[in-house]
């Protein structure tokens, strides 16, 4: 048998095919993250100053400013809707669909001042020291604000403990905030020879979390709640019966309640018990599995969805201090660049913590080392360059089946070397050679030996030509 293909732009090829298996290309279903639309408009207005003059027969400098901002934010997602929750059997459960696309919008109005201070002193010719202040922020991700919202069917009814639950973004999600900090002296010696060593600071606001509330969506009923209309009858029916409440005979007790006419004006318990006289009782309930459905009606209560979503729940410290130093020995062309950072956050990731809950953790930290060896002379240009990063958190709440997990990134090192030469001519040749010593990635979980992911890398060459005039 041959295979056909067609080859076009996905529209013309849903308005081709979709009407072949029963779908209407003008009103078909969206799934809710296919369509989700964050609209920002921002105001600001923003000042700066700069002074400068001597204190202390010191020279200084000092730049000053202030911005305003204001943000509004629409987030609409169009999805389909359900529009009924239906128990199908002892413990399976439905949500149906509405027809066609509903637009789910909202609106948010956040406002931010941002001032910023930066001093400069001359301490002496060759020392200069430097403090500066700023407020900054970082707007939340898209995805977290997109309206569109996820429903999940229980795993029991309602009536013995459990609920569905329900996934939404939040677009009245705050900006990360952060005020900086930072501190640092400069010594600067011979042309082109520095030493300098800083501390920075940041102390950061409204890192997004997950929250869980109980709330009702789409105006949907449950029909498997202890004062829902038919099984409330059915529980007291089964106590007259003296039987014990089971799923299965809530369910079919609750389906005969509610489907009555078609027993042939039997009560409640007549038609049950004659339904589970034909056989054993299990098959008696397969039978009213088959046969029948629990819709909601409309004096049945509203569902209440576990329903999480982001939300602005967690501050967070972020400091550390870097020491750098660049130096050229004399005329010989040789000398070297160097730069230490190290980086520590108050809140880290709990390695001992319960997996099937997640935490909060600032990702991303690691001290890091950097030595690169230069020669620059006579048109010849080449750096051999060392770096070095730390083990570092990668990914918060990483899923491994039903449990969450840390992933780490162990610690690389990693030698590069660049030379170049560039000729009277104006003609400038190059040669890269990254990672000379092949050093791959490894991720792990928990625990070193818990490896997620082991890549092995081999050493790139990249060779250029590059022509001025």
């Known amino acids: 048998m041959g295979s056909v293909s067609w080859q076009t732009d996905p529209l013309t090829l849903l308005n081709a095919i979709a009407g072949t298996y029963g779908y209407d290309p003008a009103n078909m279903p969206i799934n809710s993250t296919a369509d989700n639309l964050v609209e920002e408009d921002t105001v600001s207005i923003y000042s700066q100053i ?7 027969g010191m020279p200084f400098d000092v730049v000053a400013g202030i911005r305003w901002e204001e943000t509004e934010v629409t987030s609409t997602s169009q999805q389909s809707v359900p529009s009924a929750f239906v128990w199908e059997s002892n413990n399976d459960f439905s949500f149906t669909l509405g027809s066609g696309v509903s637009a789910l919008a909202e609106d948010y109005t956040y406002s931010a001042l941002l001032p910023s201070l930066d001093v400069s002193v001359d ?9 500066s202040f700023s407020k900054t922020l970082a707007r939340p991700t898209y995805s977290d604000m ?16 459990d609920q569905p639950s329900a996934s939404q973004g939040n677009v009245a999600l705050d900006p990360l905030e952060s005020n900086n900090f930072d501190l640092s002296v400069e010594y600067y010696y011979g042309d082109a020879n520095y030493f300098s060593v800083g501390y920075f600071q940041k102390n950061v606001s409204n890192f997004v979390g997950i929250q869980q509330a109980n709330q009702s969506l789409f105006g949907l009923r449950d029909a498997t709640a202890s004062n829902s209309t038919f099984l409330s009858q059915a529980i007291d029916q089964l106590a007259e019966l003296g039987l014990a409440e089971s799923e299965d005979r809530l369910f079919s007790m609750t389906a005969i309640l509610q489907n009555l006419d078609s027993f042939e004006g039997a009560t409640g318990a007549e038609a049950y018990t004659n339904a589970m006289a034909g056989g054993t009782e299990q098959e008696g309930h397969d039978a009213i599995f088959s046969a029948y459905d629990v819709t909601p009606v409309a004096t049945d209560p509203e569902i209440m969805f576990a329903v999480k979503s982001p939300t602005n729940s967690q501050d967070a410290e972020i400091y550390g201090f870097e020491i750098a130093s660049q130096h050229f020995f004399g005329e010989t062309g040789f000398g070297y660049q160097f730069n230490y950072t190290m980086v520590e956050g108050d809140i880290g990731y709990d390695n001992g913590s319960d997996p099937s809950q997640d935490q909060f953790a600032l990702p991303g930290l690691s001290d890091t080392l950097n030595l690169v060896g230069i020669y620059e002379k006579d048109g010849l240009s080449a750096r051999l360059a060392y770096n070095w990063r730390d083990d570092f958190l990668n990914q918060v709440n990483r899923s491994v089946g039903s449990t969450r997990n840390p992933e780490y990134i162990e610690s690389v090192e990693q030698l590069d070397l660049n ?11 190059s040669m890269d050679a990254i990672n ?11 625990t070193p030996t818990a490896a997620f992911f ?16």
């Open 436 to 446: 000379l010593t092949g050093e791959g990635q490894r991720k792990y979980g928990r």
């Open 419 to 429: 030379v170049s030469y560039e000729f009277n001519s104006g003609v400038i040749l």
């Open 123 to 131: 301490i002496t010719d060759s020392l200069k020291a430097r403090a």
């Open 146 to 161: 997109y309206t569109a919202t996820s429903v999940e069917a229980p795993s029991r009814i309602t009536h013995l403990g």
């Open 454 to 469: 082991v890549q092995e890398l081999d050493p790139r060459y990249v060779f250029s030509a590059r022509y001025t005039f």
């Open 50 to 56: 700069t002074m400068d003059g001597e204190v202390g």
